[in-house]
């Protein structure tokens, strides 16, 4: 009996992309509203509250567009064209979508830095709380997608 487990760098093509649209896209685009309506109920109710992170609602809303977009353009553009190991067409815009990326990562460099580290302070409620943990999340299972497709999906499309 073979009880290792393949790792996701090693993962066939086809799995690959299907963990990256049903589970990671699919849950972020199901995430973001969710947090978007923390962020303004936090900004809302501690809106006198020093520690809240002014602009975090605008910021969580811009991060909501920019993520939708992206991955619009991706799946229409980049990874159904990858489907069964299809060589991509020579239009693919993998180098576009890698620029995507570094702005996106850029927007979750900017949300740690509004919210110290995803750090809520001692006088948090359990929303802000909550919206912390879950933003943290978010930014890690978004920054492991984005190494999944920058470095170990696309490259296998690249020449």
């Known amino acids: 009996m073979n009880d290792q487990q393949t790792s996701m760098e090693e993962l066939d093509t086809d799995v690959l992309l299907e963990l990256i649209l049903q589970g990671y896209d699919a849950a972020h685009l199901a995430k973001l509203p969710e947090l978007h309506r923390l962020a303004r109920k936090i900004e809302a109710v501690h809106r ?6 002014k602009g975090i609602t605008l910021a969580i809303k811009k991060m909501e567009h920019s993520l939708t977009d ?7 553009y980049v990874l159904k064209r990858m489907e ?3 060589p991509p067409r020579p239009d693919t815009p993998i180098a576009q979508m890698n ?3 570094s702005f996106l990562k850029e927007q ?4 740690r830095r509004m919210t110290c580290n ?4 001692d006088s948090a409620c ?14 890690f299972s978004l920054s492991e997608q ?8 696309f490259p296998r499309f690249q020449f």
């Open 48 to 53: 006198a509250n020093p520690e809240v992170p």
């Open 126 to 139: 359990r929303s802000w709380q909550r919206f912390y943990r879950e933003l943290k999340a978010l930014d």
């Open 70 to 76: 992206h991955i619009e353009r991706e799946n229409a």
């Open 99 to 101: 620029e995507e990326h």
């Open 108 to 111: 979750l460099n900017s949300l």
């Open 84 to 86: 069964h190991d299809q």
């Open 118 to 121: 995803y750090r809520a302070p």
């Open 146 to 153: 984005i190494y999944l497709e920058r470095d170990v999906l």
